[in-house]
């Protein structure tokens, strides 16, 4: 076993063998933690409360355990793993929201969060907040969100869905047997239109963003005012279709990485 470094600072090692310990799991208990870091209960607990204040840690309102947090996982959007999709998508989110005025979002899921990776604006329309880098909405909110998880395995969606919908405003969709009705729509349209469910007045447009081996890498999504991106029958047929293209193109630059 390895000595410990005369620098080592005891709180730190702690802390980050409380992270450690969520390698290959997707939620423990305080009881869990304290098993596998071997730490007393009341050390265990500090450590939690303190990383989940600074965001490393989340804690499931309804079963009390915990998991990793949003912090943690930006952080990790930032480390090379054969392609880095932030990094491939913002060239062509950049143009893409020059040509309207919108804002671009590329997201990824996450072990039943969709956590937005960049946002960006261009100046001459409205910017979209309700988003942040390295923040998520809830699952049933937004069109991201309800895209990625609606690509899901059957076991996964069903794992999310014992979570509360959380209606953010009257359009939300909160009744689990409509959202799963929506889920097979999008799954048979490929893309996700979200009107006025997230904040009233404003409305998302989400497609996929696929590897060349058919897999889900992702979401690219824009944001804008209601009457902008909307027509009679649903999407604005020249902002979903640029979207698509802007897709199309990421997935093309996501090939020419796995082949550099």
Request: proline residues 5%; negative net charge; charged residues 20%.
């Amino acid at each position: 076993m390895t000595e410990p470094s005369k620098q080592n600072i005891r709180a730190v090692s702690r802390a980050l063998a409380v992270l450690n310990s969520f390698t290959q799991k997707r939620s423990q208990t305080l009881a869990d933690v304290t098993n596998a870091t071997g730490l007393d209960k009341g050390t265990t607990r500090r450590l939690l409360i303190t990383l989940m204040d600074n965001g490393y840690v989340a804690q499931d309102p309804t079963t009390q355990q915990y998991r990793i947090g949003r912090a943690l996982r930006l952080l990790a959007a930032d480390v090379p793993d054969g392609f880095d999709l932030r990094a491939v998508a913002s060239p062509v989110l950049t143009q893409l929201a020059s040509e309207f005025p919108v804002t671009a979002f590329v997201s990824v899921y996450d072990d039943g969060d969709v956590v937005c990776l960049d946002r960006i604006h261009d100046m001459k329309g409205i910017e979209v907040h309700w988003w942040a880098v390295g923040g998520t909405l809830p699952y049933n909110c937004g069109g991201a969100p309800k895209l990625l998880l609606a690509f899901q395995p059957v076991e996964e969606i069903e794992r999310v869905l014992t979570r509360e919908p959380t209606a953010m405003t009257r359009a939300s969709i909160t009744d689990r047997g409509a959202l799963r009705d929506r889920f097979a729509q999008i799954r048979q349209q490929d893309y996700e239109f979200a009107v006025d469910d997230v904040t009233l007045g404003l409305t998302a447009l989400a497609v996929p963003v696929r590897t060349p081996d058919g897999s889900i890498a992702g979401a690219i999504s824009i944001a804008g005012l209601t009457p902008q991106l909307c027509n009679e029958d649903g999407p604005d047929p020249l902002h979903l279709g640029q979207l698509r293209e802007a897709a199309r193109q990421i997935e093309r630059r996501i090939q020419m990485a796995g082949a550099a």
